[in-house]
């Protein structure tokens, strides 16, 4: 199962009815949050989303509606039992903004391991929590310089989905029926009459990863396309849904709902959830009609809307 | 009008239906705020208080959950289009706090007017907001060192209380009427014949001052009361109801709601408002029976509670 939460849609500051946008990407019991600002915690804990699973942070950049929420964040995993260590990624300088912003919670239960990450080239790193075999969540996780008015990356998020048993196969093979579940688990198998029966041996071959698009703060360029390109789902910006606010858009390196639906176009991904509205867009879902135009599967969330891309069992 | 609005009454971290421990003081468009946790901005617009107002912030501790709103809190009053400088009060190290906190909101609008207080001993400030004349609010503020586990202010407000303006004693002095606007805004006038009339000689004498005490987070002692003493309205923390949790509580340096309502009425004040509760005091007002038998007038709020400790005009 992977379930993908949007905690909060708003940009700039947090309001009474709209958190903070931050993006928590969940397999398998471990998470991955993207962003976290004022509140950001409390977003989490309002659609249940269990903090203590969350294993790295991506921190897109330094303005504090994507940031402020960390040294609670990192106190209240500590009160929720954390132990193992937190990966903290993000753009160059993150090392000194974390030790800035921790001054007021010294003494935490578990370790930091901050990934500082280029802000100006595409970079990728993979990531896998634990012992790594074949069931256990295995992303790829490129990053793209943003063109925001200080160092902001996108990330990419491409989860490895492991190839599907086929119990045709290991019947055909003679393999018995009690090799079947070491082998769905990725491991290989000797059998009784000596003969070593590999994973790929009785797989279908691997699988189209899962692909999480997310960008935000940024003026619109053609390479998030490139870098989103067949997304199962594309989080972009949108501050405003009234074109009339281009110049400021441009001016502030923001989007308008027009230009996330024409990246997600472009990119031919599968879904494009807006977010990061503005204070003043008191009701986003005003500019549905008008987006879906440019790209009919637009989706203009409110806190907490979730979607299983994996279902169970999946 | 003095008004006096309990933004949030929990502790440790911000809950979905909790927010963190702050008190809104304002009096003629001018706020005090104390404490200033994550989210603190956002309980504040719940209830309608101005951001813009708050001219002085005073933090009790630098345990997250009293400061970690701070970065928020500036840029949303930088926002709101504040340009005169902002005070902010604190125990010895606020300099440093502040300045890593704020490495995330850069290029404020305003200035900070940092005042470091002592944390060893007592200490008393005078303030007041523009021109000193008789209508300007005149608070002295009173500093106390708590008991925590870190450094910690308790800090008791008092608020001068211009005389009344008494037509008899203009009219007996016959003064034409049109000089008691004059007179009535605390400013000596020259009557048509050479007379000079001084407000003392048309007000009733001074009024007691109005007091707002506010104690948290600390365990509890007898300097409390004495500094509390009288208070108009006391605001102490609780952590439980629960007489079971002392154990814990005096591990913590925290209090029990028992512990505050005996200092309460040690202190003769005229009214007590528990909060900072612990996020496991999940229904904080079944307490109330049993913290009345120790002090009558105690309130248990919730978020949002406030009172007019000076009605319209008063």
Redesign the interface.
Known sequence: MLDVILAGTGG?????NRFLTSLFVEIEGRAILIDC???T??AL??VDCKLSRIKMLLITH????H???L??LL??LG?AGKTDSLIIAGPRGLR??VE??T???PGLPFALDIRELDTREPSSFDWTDGENHANTPHFTITSLPMRHRIPCLGYFLELKRPPVFNPEKAKNLDIPLKFYRVLHSGTSVTLDDGRVITTEMVTDGSRKPVKISYCTDSAPFASIADFAYESDLFVCEGMYADDAMRDSMEDKRHMLFSDAARLAKQANVKELWLTHFSPAEINPKAGLQSVRRIFENTVIPTDGYHKELIKQGG
Chains 1, 2 share one sequence.
């Open positions: 700039m500051m947090p309001l009474p600002g004022e509140g915690q409390v804990k309002r330094f303005h504090a509606d940031i402020s929420g040294p609670g106190l209240s009160n000194r903004i800035s912003l001054v007021i919670c």
